[in-house]
Antibody, heavy 121, light 112 residues
Framework: EAQLVESGGGLGQPGRSLRLSCVAS????????LHWVRQAPGKGLEWVSG????????GYADSVKGRFTISRDNAKNSLYLQMNSLRTEDTALYYC??????????????WGQGTLVTVSS | DVVMTQSPLSLPVTLGQPAFISCRSS???????????LSWFQQRPGQSPRRLIY???NRDSGVPDRFSGSGSGIDFTLKISRVEAEDVGVYYC?????????FGPGTKVDIK
């Protein structure tokens, strides 16, 4: 079964940077797109970013475009999210999620437990 | 971006009774490949989201058969045929046809 384990969360100051990581196991990593989804305290789910199986195609929510960068290392079964110019509204639990479609992009079939990012001075 | 709406946002239900959650998209979710990438997720208190349904009506492995999905185009429904205590939580629809993926606001299901 697919497993996803996030790390890298913590306290960040406004304007500074954090880097999140997600290590995957239990599936053929380079067959699937991957995504980051966040959930602010007491709020709903927000898709943040996605990356194709080969890293060629990436997408971002308007709220993070130009500040966050998604990347992956297929040799290490790892997904990353570089978060720059942090804002207080970036405070959330960040989930790594595996796409449900092999070779494409269509859904979020498996989720990690999340890593908490708190942005505060 | 595709806007997803859900109704109701709060759904108190009686154990053993059915529950229905509606989801509507601002544009058709039919992909150029012919599939409709509408999923439903359950989030129990303190847990990560769990996918229940994909491509409108396909149940994920291990999901009880009291959960079913239906719909087409822009209108979709999640049905719980007989609500059990473990079904308490927030339910989200999500479209994966168009990037960026977008979620509905969530429907909170609790027991009367």
């Amino acid at each position: 079964e697919a497993q996803l384990v996030e790390s890298g969360g913590g306290l960040g100051q406004p304007g500074r940077s954090l880097r999140l990581s997600c290590v995957a196991s239990g599936f053929t990593f380079d067959d699937y797109a991957l995504h980051w989804v966040r959930q602010a305290p007491g709020k709903g789910l927000e898709w943040v970013s996605g990356i194709s199986w080969n890293g060629v195609t990436t997408g971002y929510a308007d709220s993070v475009k130009g500040r966050f960068t998604i990347s992956r290392d297929n040799a290490k079964n790892s997904l990353y999210l570089q978060m720059n110019s942090l804002r207080t509204e970036d405070t959330a639990l960040y989930y790594c999620a595996k796409d449900g479609c092999s070779g494409g992009s269509c859904s979020l079939s498996n989720w990690g437990q999340g890593t908490l990012v708190t942005v505060s001075s | 971006d595709v806007v997803m709406t859900q109704s109701p946002l709060s759904l108190p239900v009686t154990l053993g009774q059915p529950a229905f959650i509606s989801c509507r998209s601002s544009q058709s979710l039919v992909h150029s490949d012919g599939n409709t990438y509408l999923s439903w997720f359950q989030q129990r208190p303190g847990q990560s989201p769990r996918r229940l349904i994909y491509k409108v009506s396909n149940r994920d492995s291990g999901v009880p058969d009291r959960f079913s999905g239906s719909g087409s185009g822009i209108d979709f429904t999640l049905k719980i045929s007989r609500v059990e205590a473990e079904d308490v939580g927030v339910y989200y629809c999500m479209q994966g046809t168009h990037w960026p993926f977008t979620f509905g606001p969530g429907t909170k299901v609790d027991i009367k």
